[in-house]
C-alpha cells in the first residue's frame, strides 16, 4: 500500500512543491471560512495526483475543516457546499435597473 510518506520519498511520482496545496499563495484558500474560496480550492485538488490518499487520510483523521482531497471537510464529515456566514436571506434580492 502506497502512503502519503513513501509518494513523497519517491521523486519520480511527485514532490511536495509539486501540490497545489503547498502553494504557498495558495494555502489560505484551504481553511478558509468564504466559500468562493474552499470552492477555489476544491477545483486546485482536481490534478493533484495523491487526491484520493488525500481525502482517505483526512477522513481516517476525521479532520476538523478544510479541503482535503478535493472535499470540504467540516466535524471530521464530507459536506458538499459550505454556507456563508450569517443568516440566509428572508427574502430574495431584487436586481437594481
Known sequence: MTTLLTTF?????????MLPCHDMDA??????????DLEQAKSLCAGCPLIEE???????RAE???????AIFDSGRII??????????????????
Open 80 to 97: 458538499a457546499v459550505k454556507r456563508g456566514r450569517g443568516r440566509p436571506r428572508k427574502n430574495p434580492v431584487q436586481d437594481a435597473a
Open 54 to 60: 488525500c481525502r482517505q487520510g483526512a477522513l481516517d
Open 27 to 36: 494555502a489560505d484558500l484551504f481553511f478558509s471560512e468564504r466559500p468562493a
Open 64 to 70: 476538523p475543516w478544510g479541503v482535503w482531497g478535493g
Open 9 to 17: 520519498l519517491n521523486p519520480a511520482v511527485a514532490s511536495a512543491s
